[in-house]
């Protein structure tokens, strides 16, 4: 695949690729560190360890269509926020 605004390899990093067992011709490094990290329920393979969330096991960033995942699933937070922030304005 070749580097777009929905994905991008950097097979220059020091970490490429960061999870074993994905194809390095699809691994997408666009989301490195995941935008859904902070939401509590983010849809991905995560562990909470002592209180902070471990996604080392999760590849869903990293997938093809992992991208338009992510955004869509930011689209719906923003309009659940936008719709709860109007609530409370009256």
Same mark, same amino acid.
């Given at each position: 695949?070749?580097?777009?605004?929905?994905?991008? +390899?950097?097979?220059?990093?020091?970490?490429?690729? =960061?999870?074993?067992?994905?194809? &390095? %011709?699809?691994?997408?490094?666009?989301?490195?560190?995941?935008?859904?990290?902070?939401?509590?329920?983010?849809?991905?393979?995560?562990?909470? +360890?002592?209180?902070?969330?471990?996604?080392?096991? =999760?590849?869903?960033?990293?997938? &093809? %269509?992992?991208?338009?995942?992510?955004?869509?699933?930011?689209?719906?937070?923003?309009?659940?926020?936008?719709?709860?922030?109007?609530?409370? +304005?009256?």
């Amino acid at each position: 695949m070749e580097n777009t605004s929905r994905f991008f +390899r950097n097979t220059g990093c020091e970490y490429f690729p =960061c999870h074993e067992g994905l194809d &390095p %011709g699809c691994f997408n490094c666009l989301f490195c560190f995941c935008p859904l990290y902070f939401l509590p329920d983010c849809g991905g393979d995560f562990v909470m +360890r002592q209180g902070i969330k471990d996604c080392t096991s =999760c590849v869903r960033p990293h997938l &093809p %269509g992992g991208y338009d995942e992510i955004i869509a699933r930011l689209r719906d937070e923003a309009t659940r926020a936008k719709k709860a922030w109007e609530r409370r +304005r009256g």
